[in-house]
């Protein structure tokens, strides 16, 4: 089992990385997407990591002609999508699965996805409980709860359906499946979840609009009637890839670091936001705004940070949950987390793992079923396990520029993030072992 020994910072850093990692949800969205147009999709800077790897690979076992070139990917969608001979392995991609099972549930033909060991776990009747009411034919586990999922698509019924959880995930995949409905399909979530589904479709000619029905605002998504407009895209950094290092910044004194290039859709920054009101130096310079708005955010250490109460927005931020675990167990006072349930079905039960980890490291934290209570104070050195959770890995990477920090099983930054310890090494040192 691979291991990294992140030593503690010597003195502070200033750090501009125009390196940090593609969009994670974003590439792979581009490698589903592609699949319903007719021409050749450009993807510049696609995440070239195995959860989206995994993607492009399915995308190529559907019949896709696909080319890379450097973190150039063009793809050519085939005029029909061809049922595959192999079995789609996601690896360890929630995203990978769920959107993939409502796009293939209204494609004819026989199609089974798996994963990795954590991902066989992970519940997915979120999305397989609402397909198959509208006509799928999806099976898998625990009454399709849990992969191998076995697709057999074919024609399905339009619906309406309000989300019990705001999840992208759910209604991506929701949305993908009512493009192949027999007609105009209703979507509600009660809070708005990161919307690239909705933006990349609309981009691509899809008609996806948003319609006020019994005082309620809906999603209405219309049948495809013709294949969709190719993409054309350079994929931003992930914001939630970046934040490692903003909390790097802000609980280093007299560090600063500026992640060029990034996405600043308001429904991915919500944790810089969280920061900011804890005290860090945050500033947002937008460049651009095609599908997606993006910029540079500069995080410079403002004095210590304060504690935090992250109760809403959940939906926004939960993926930087983990990192800001370490930013709040460094702050003066206490901060709570709650609403925050979901975060026990992620890549691991992060809440278990989250206040495991810190108390390990000498932090007084309260588990709730929904969150916890972090305790700031002295961060001391500790050996984490990361349950092959990248993001676990790289939280506690961060907090050891503090404290140094061991930590086991480290294999699954590459998931998301491949290059992070070779940008952790422009601060700190990493010595690495097997
Ligand atoms: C994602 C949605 C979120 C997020 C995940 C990526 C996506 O999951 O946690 O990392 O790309 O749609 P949920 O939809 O389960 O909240």
Same mark, same amino acid.
């Given at each position: 089992?691979?291991?990294?020994?992140?030593?503690?910072?010597?003195?502070?850093?200033?750090?501009?990385?125009?390196?940090?990692?593609?969009?994670?949800?974003?590439?792979?969205?581009?490698?589903?997407?592609?699949?319903?147009?007719?021409?050749?999709?450009?993807?510049?800077?696609?995440?070239?990591?195995?959860?989206?790897?995994?993607?492009?690979?399915?995308?190529?076992?559907?019949?896709?002609?696909?080319?890379?070139?450097?973190?150039?990917?063009?793809?050519?969608?085939?005029?029909?999508?061809?049922?595959?001979?192999?079995?789609?392995?996601?690896?360890?991609?929630?995203?990978?699965?769920?959107?993939?099972?409502?796009?293939?549930?209204?494609?004819?033909?026989?199609?089974?996805?798996?994963?990795?060991?954590?991902?066989?776990?992970?519940?997915?009747?979120?999305?397989?409980?609402?397909?198959?009411?509208?006509?799928?034919?999806?099976?898998?586990?625990?009454?399709?709860?849990?992969?191998?999922?076995?697709?057999?698509?074919?024609?399905?019924?339009?619906?309406?359906?309000?989300?019990?959880?705001?999840?992208?995930?759910?209604?991506?995949?929701?949305?993908?499946?009512?493009?192949?409905?027999?007609?105009?399909?209703?979507?509600?979530?009660?809070?708005?979840? $990161?919307?690239?589904?909705? &933006?990349? #479709?609309?981009? /691509? !000619? +899809?008609? %996806?609009?948003?319609?006020? =029905?019994?005082? @309620?605002?809906?999603?209405?998504?219309?049948?495809?009637?013709?294949?969709?407009?190719?993409?054309?895209?350079?994929?931003?950094?992930?914001?939630?890839?970046?934040?490692?290092?903003?909390?790097?910044?802000?609980?280093?004194?007299?560090?600063?670091?500026?992640?060029?290039?990034?996405?600043?859709?308001?429904? $991915?920054?919500?944790?810089? &936001?969280? #920061?900011?009101? /804890? !005290? +860090?130096? %945050?500033?947002?310079?937008? =460049?651009?705004? @095609?599908?997606?708005?993006?910029?540079?955010?500069?995080?410079?250490?403002?004095?210590?940070?304060?504690?935090?109460?992250?109760?809403?927005?959940?939906?926004?931020?939960?993926?930087?949950?983990?990192?800001?675990?370490?930013?709040?167990?460094?702050?003066?006072?206490?901060?709570?987390?709650?609403?925050?349930?979901?975060?026990?079905?992620?890549?691991?039960?992060?809440?278990?793992?989250?206040?495991?980890?810190?108390?390990?490291?000498?932090?007084?934290?309260?588990?709730?079923?929904?969150?916890?209570?972090?305790?700031?104070?002295?961060?001391?050195?500790?050996?984490?396990?990361?349950?092959?959770?990248?993001?676990?890995?790289?939280?506690?990477?961060?907090?050891?520029?503090?404290?140094?920090?061991?930590?086991?099983?480290?294999?699954?930054?590459?998931?998301?993030?491949?290059?992070?310890?070779?940008?952790?090494?422009?601060?700190?040192?990493?010595?690495?072992?097997?």
């Amino acid at each position: 089992m691979k291991r990294a020994k992140v030593a503690k910072l010597k003195k502070p850093f200033s750090l501009e990385c125009a390196d940090i990692a593609a969009d994670k949800s974003i590439s792979h969205r581009c490698a589903m997407f592609a699949l319903l147009s007719r021409g050749r999709s450009k993807i510049k800077n696609f995440l070239m990591a195995e959860d989206t790897l995994a993607s492009l690979e399915i995308a190529k076992l559907l019949g896709a002609a696909v080319e890379q070139n450097g973190d150039m990917v063009t793809i050519e969608a085939p005029l029909e999508i061809k049922e595959p001979a192999e079995i789609l392995d996601c690896g360890n991609a929630g995203t990978g699965m769920r959107l993939y099972c409502g796009l293939l549930s209204g494609i004819d033909g026989s199609f089974v996805l798996t994963g990795d060991k954590y991902l066989r776990e992970r519940p997915m009747a979120r999305v397989t409980k609402p397909l198959r009411a509208i006509g799928a034919r999806v099976d898998g586990r625990e009454e399709g709860n849990k992969a191998p999922l076995h697709i057999r698509g074919g024609k399905l019924k339009s619906f309406v359906y309000e989300s019990p959880i705001d999840s992208a995930q759910v209604k991506s995949a929701l949305i993908l499946a009512a493009l192949h409905a027999n007609s105009k399909s209703l979507y509600r979530e009660s809070f708005l979840s $990161r919307d690239h589904s909705e &933006r990349m #479709l609309r981009g /691509m !000619g +899809a008609k %996806i609009e948003s319609v006020i =029905k019994d005082g @309620k605002e809906w999603l209405e998504i219309t049948p495809l009637e013709k294949p969709l407009e190719p993409l054309e895209i350079t994929v931003p950094a992930d914001p939630s890839s970046g934040f490692f290092f903003a909390v790097a910044a802000a609980i280093t004194p007299g560090a600063e670091v500026i992640l060029k290039n990034i996405s600043l859709n308001p429904t $991915r920054i919500e944790a810089y &936001r969280v #920061l900011e009101r /804890m !005290g +860090a130096s %945050i500033s947002y310079h937008l =460049k651009e705004d @095609k599908y997606e708005p993006i910029g540079d955010i500069h995080i410079a250490y403002n004095g210590r940070l304060k504690g935090v109460m992250v109760d809403s927005k959940i939906a926004w931020l939960i993926d930087e949950l983990p990192a800001l675990a370490i930013a709040m167990s460094l702050a003066e006072g206490s901060s709570t987390v709650c609403n925050a349930k979901e975060l026990r079905v992620k890549e691991s039960d992060r809440i278990a793992v989250i206040v495991d980890g810190l108390r390990r490291c000498g932090i007084e934290v309260e588990e709730y079923e929904d969150g916890y209570r972090i305790y700031g104070g002295e961060l001391k050195h500790a050996v984490i396990n990361s349950h092959g959770d990248h993001r676990i890995a790289m939280s506690f990477s961060i907090a050891g520029l503090i404290c140094g920090m061991e930590i086991e099983d480290i294999a699954c930054v590459d998931t998301s993030f491949p290059n992070f310890f070779d940008i952790l090494q422009q601060i700190t040192g990493v010595e690495f072992e097997d």
